[in-house]
């Protein structure tokens, strides 16, 4: 088991927060959370507990960028981009801009499920 770990913005204003839990033997899920620091108050978490970030990087002091997955993996993409400009409160994938409240859906609509009979 790994700990919570955290990656603060450069300005110190924002912190992307990850809590990990094994979802199968030896299978981690890093669950992010997007929060702002002086109020301690998450901006943005995913309601679905199978998103998993696999990199974030801050590119200023409020944009941040997040590589996801989704488990199970059976789907396409495999994982998805996701730039969040915390201070606007909007993301962008895929070049498409929304707002973060609406973040959750605009991933998983983009995400195509492979049946076993495809």
């Given at each position: 088991?790994?700990a919570?770990?955290?990656?603060?913005?450069?300005?110190?204003?924002?912190?992307?927060?990850?809590?990990?839990?094994?979802?199968?033997?030896?299978?981690?899920?890093?669950?992010?959370?997007?929060?702002?620091?002086?109020?301690?108050?998450?901006?943005?978490?995913?309601?679905?507990?199978?998103?998993?970030?696999?990199?974030?990087?801050?590119?200023?002091?409020d944009?941040?960028?997040?590589?996801?997955?989704?488990?199970?993996?059976?789907?396409?993409?495999?994982?998805?981009?996701?730039?969040?400009?915390?201070?606007?409160?909007?993301?962008?994938?895929?070049?498409?801009?929304?707002?973060?409240?609406?973040?959750?859906?605009?991933?998983?609509?983009?995400?195509?499920?492979?049946?076993?009979?495809?």
């Amino acid at each position: 088991m790994t700990a919570d770990s955290s990656l603060v913005a450069p300005g110190g204003r924002w912190a992307v927060v990850t809590s990990p839990w094994e979802v199968r033997m030896s299978l981690w899920i890093e669950s992010p959370v997007l929060v702002e620091l002086a109020a301690n108050t998450p901006i943005f978490a995913f309601r679905d507990v199978h998103w998993s970030l696999d990199s974030a990087a801050w590119i200023g002091d409020d944009v941040v960028q997040w590589r996801l997955r989704k488990y199970p993996g059976n789907h396409v993409p495999v994982d998805l981009t996701l730039q969040i400009d915390c201070a606007r409160r909007v993301a962008v994938c895929d070049g498409r801009e929304f707002p973060l409240t609406t973040a959750e859906a605009a991933l998983d609509a983009r995400l195509r499920w492979i049946t076993s009979s495809e």
